[in-house]
């Protein structure tokens, strides 16, 4: 199969025949976001058969979801999009989009090198949205005034600079609140997480700041789901179950591909899949070995029993996905004009006519 990014050369992708049942079955959509390619995609299911839609953001990396909105980290801003099902409903053919998400607005950061983007709530239950400051190896927020406000740091880092001293990349909340946290390794030197990257991989527990398990390589995307806690061992391309208590872990899946970008939904695990950019900081990386083997792509694995149901994979054009983030309830969304035929102009209804 394939896709038609406006502006640019055809997409080709294939998918197992059950991708489409399964995200039927679970009453969602998705959205995955592709680093190296710069693209927000969305992924629903129109008359049986799988909808891509795509939407270009500079270094598209964290991706949020709470109610009618959609947040997407990407290079110096955190971008805002706005749900419009009444201009989705106004699209061709009729029928077939439910949500159209619309960029509305974007905060400049500054190159922090934002990774995971997760809305939580306030004590007083009102929406909170936390960014993984992967810069200055802290969580943060945003308000508008600063280029952003420093929340937490982990205890061995001393200071706020912007040496990517730790590698912070991953957040989990739990009840809404920061509970844990993954870094490359706990370093308080300027770029100190490389020295060994494939094997000081830790997860922090966030109120006390405490290891809750190491020895991970290059870890990303920690998830609290069904009172469990689930990371993902990159480096290996695996995902984890962990023991909070002891930290120790039990393999539940290993994919084809570098493990970045995590969705629990039910009993099913949404795994987006990186192919290996020979560079210093990959390398060495375990799956290097399996260098020409490797996918990119998004892996569905049934938690109860480790079963990969259905994969999704890229044949061009993009190389690597950083985020995977379900959307209940969904069923076929679009990122914009599905025919990429100029923009999408949005006007509030006339009160009175104008003259």
């Known amino acids: 199969m394939s896709a038609t990014e406006p502006r640019t050369a055809e997409i080709r992708y294939h998918h197992s025949a059950s ?119 802290c969580l943060a927020g945003l308000d508008g005034l600063h280029s952003f406000v420093p929340r937490w740091t982990p205890p061995f880092v001393s200071r706020l600079a912007p040496e990517d001293r730790c590698h912070l990349n991953g957040l989990a909340l739990r009840d ?33 700041g405490e290891v ?54 039910g009993n099913l695990a949404f795994v987006g899949l990186s192919k290996i950019r020979e560079t210093t900081t990959f390398g060495g990386t375990p799956l290097a070995a399996y260098h020409d083997q490797l996918k990119c792509g998004v892996g569905v694995v049934d938690l109860r029993t480790g079963e990969t149901v259905a994969t999704l994979a890229w044949e061009n054009g993009v190389d690597e996905i950083f985020d995977v983030q379900v959307v209940p309830g969904a069923r076929c969304p679009v990122l914009g004009p599905p025919s990429g035929d100029g923009d999408l102009w949005v006007l509030p209804r006339p009160t009175s006519p104008v003259e």
């Open 176 to 208: 809404g609140r920061p509970a844990y946290v993954t870094v490359m390794a706990q370093s308080d030197e300027a770029g100190g997480w490389r020295a060994a990257r494939n094997e000081t991989g830790s997860v922090l527990d966030v109120p006390s």
């Open 19 to 137: 991708f489409p049942a399964v995200l039927e079955e679970a009453d969602c959509a998705l959205l995955v976001s592709t680093y190296q390619a710069g693209q927000l995609v969305a992924i629903g299911v129109a008359e049986g058969r799988l909808s891509l839609s795509f939407r270009r953001f500079d270094h598209a990396m964290g991706v949020a979801v709470s109610g009618d909105r959609v947040v997407v980290g990407g290079k110096e801003q955190v971008w805002t999009l706005v749900d419009r099902p009444d201009v989705a409903a106004s699209l061709a053919p009729a029928g077939r989009y439910d949500h159209c998400w619309l960029p509305r607005s974007s905060v400049v950061t500054g190159a922090i090198q934002c990774h995971e983007v997760v809305w939580g709530t306030t004590e007083t239950g009102a929406p909170d949205l936390w960014v993984v400051n992967t810069a200055f190896s």
């Open 212 to 265: 809750v398990t190491t020895g991970l390589a290059m870890p990303h995307s920690p998830r609290w789901h069904d009172g469990e806690l689930y990371v993902l061992n990159s480096g290996y391309g695996g995902l984890e179950r962990v023991d909070r208590s002891s930290g120790r872990r039990e393999a539940v899946a290993t994919f084809p591909g570098y493990a970045r970008g995590l969705a629990c939904h």
